[in-house]
């Protein structure tokens, strides 16, 4: 890698910046639909992946990304035993029981 930027930079490149390339652009996981996604879990907290995926027109992969892998938002059982989204730990789920909490495998 090293011997292919010494090569590039002595053929006379000048900018450390990646040169454009063909391709898809990113549409699914752009800030507004990060926003939108962080949006309607605040304000439904039993939102399924596949209801945002449909709302927003995306995959259910990508908008499992933006929930796990972006918002970093976990799922959680209530004391009533419907999962919920966990706002408040990123990264645990409650197990129903007062007090106890675990990390997700």
């Known amino acids: 890698m090293v011997r292919r930027w010494c090569r590039t930079f002595s053929d006379g490149r000048q ?6 390339r063909a391709g ?14 962080d949006d309607m879990i605040r304000a439904n907290r039993r939102i399924t992946i596949d209801k945002v995926a449909e709302k927003l027109g995306i995959s ?5 990304n933006i929930i796990h892998d972006i918002l970093r938002y976990r799922q959680s059982v209530s004391t009533m035993g419907a999962p919920t989204i966990d706002l408040d730990t990123p990264g645990t789920t409650h197990g129903g029981q007062p007090g106890t909490s ?3 495998p």
């Open 60 to 64: 259910h992969e990508r908008a499992q």
């Open 102 to 104: 675990r990390a997700l």
């Open 24 to 37: 898809r652009t990113r549409t699914a996981t752009t800030d507004a639909n990060v926003g939108k996604v």
């Open 15 to 20: 900018q450390v910046e990646d040169i454009p």
